[in-house]
């Protein structure tokens, strides 16, 4: 079982920084960050496993960075240069074992937080 609790969202103006952080139990072998904006399907922003492999969405790269800190077993995406189009609920994900190449497919992952909204005005 893993328990996932999101925090850091908020409203920033373009070219803003914001920094998610996500708590997590036990120690999942793929993590990663999902956003889902109105009227959308929910879409794969950052994935990372044990072991220090990450993968990022085209939007995102370049802009974003995962990273996981073990001893405080925490997950963070920060986000540089935020965009009016990056405006979603965030949601942290986790799972034992996801595949490289299926890490920003939502459908791969069981445990979900709760989410945290991010709003960027121009």
């Known amino acids: 079982q893993v328990q996932l609790v999101e925090s850091g969202g908020g409203s920033v103006q373009a070219g803003g920084s914001l920094r998610l952080s996500c708590a997590y139990t036990?120690?999942?072998?793929?993590m990663g960050w999902f956003r889902q904006a109105p009227g959308k399907e929910r879409e794969g922003v950052a994935a990372?496993?044990?072991?220090?492999?990450?993968t990022y969405a085209d939007s995102v790269k370049g802009r974003f960075t995962i990273s996981k800190d073990i001893v405080k077993n925490t997950l963070y995406l920060q986000m540089n240069s935020l965009k009016p189009e990056d405006t979603a609920m965030y949601y942290c994900?986790?799972?034992?074992?996801?595949?490289?190449?299926?890490?920003?497919?939502?459908?791969?992952?069981?445990?979900w937080g709760q989410g945290t909204q991010v709003t960027v005005s121009s």
């Open positions: 994900a986790a799972d034992w074992w996801v595949e490289y190449g299926r890490l920003l497919s939502s459908y791969e992952y069981k445990y």
């Open positions: 036990n120690v999942p072998f793929s």
């Open positions: 990372i496993r044990t072991g220090g492999s990450t």
